[in-house]
């Protein structure tokens, strides 16, 4: 079956714009998970949906980072404003109901600000 | 705050040697641990868990025993090969109020010689 998808697979924007990167979960995934891999770095934690509403998003780093997943399925994280600092690789993952299950991840979207 | 420490790499070994990356883990409460991998050109996949104290997680010849008294969760396997070639990270889910979004250490990055 299909993975996690995530689009685009690279993105180059200059400082200043605004961006949307998009994760389609594994279907049937009622937990989806935002991270952000800076490089030579681990995976850190952003944001956690279980459903629609957003359970946990103590991890975003300032309010020009916002995400939605406004029927429970498609997730769209959107950087307003964009600093060098966000280059980095946006990574999400989905697993089938949150608590301590197995989390799959996507390929990640390479984000680099000019 | 919660957070995993893991060895530097690169760690280079031959094929048939045996492999230890450490581990250890500061958190609050009782938190689930993680090895996850990244082969190259590939995304994270979890590699093996262990939910509590004294679990040992097993996976493709690898394992990891989750040991409370040392905060550790050092992964092993007794005979590396080439393929194992990747980057391990390890971490840990504490699941506070249903939230699980994973904490993950920097990554060790593991070349397998011929």
């Known amino acids: 079956g299909a993975g996690v998808s995530q689009t685009p697979s690279n993105k180059v924007t200059e400082k200043g714009k605004y961006v949307e990167l998009r994760c389609d979960p594994i279907s049937g995934h009622t937990a989806l998970y935002w991270y952000r891999q800076s490089l030579g770095q681990g995976p850190e934690f952003l944001i956690y949906f279980q459903g629609t509403g957003a359970a946990d998003d103590s991890g975003l780093p300032n309010d020009r980072f916002f995400a939605v997943r406004p029927e429970g399925s498609v997730s769209t994280l959107k950087i307003q404003r964009t600093e060098r600092g966000d280059s980095a690789v946006y990574l999400c993952?989905?697993?089938?109901?949150?608590?301590?299950?197995?989390?799959?991840f996507g390929p990640g979207t390479r984000l680099t600000v000019l | 705050g919660d957070s995993v420490t893991q060895m530097e790499g690169p760690v280079t070994l031959s094929e048939e040697a045996f492999l230890t990356i450490n581990c250890t883990y500061t958190a609050t409460g009782y938190p689930s641990l993680f090895w996850y991998v990244q082969y190259p050109g590939e995304g994270l996949q979890l590699l093996l868990k262990?939910?509590?104290?004294?679990d040992k997680g097993s996976n493709k010849g690898f394992e990891a025993t989750y040991r409370k008294e040392t905060t550790s969760f050092h992964l092993e396997k007794g005979s590396v090969q080439v393929s194992d070639s990747a980057v391990y990270f390890c971490?840990?889910?504490?699941?506070?109020?249903?939230?699980?979004?994973?904490?993950f250490g920097k990554g060790t990055h593991l070349i397998i010689q011929p």
């Open positions: 262990a939910t509590k104290a004294d």
């Open positions: 971490a840990l889910s504490v699941g506070r109020g249903g939230a699980d979004g994973l904490t």
């Open positions: 993952a989905s697993s089938s109901s949150g608590r301590r299950n197995e989390q799959f």
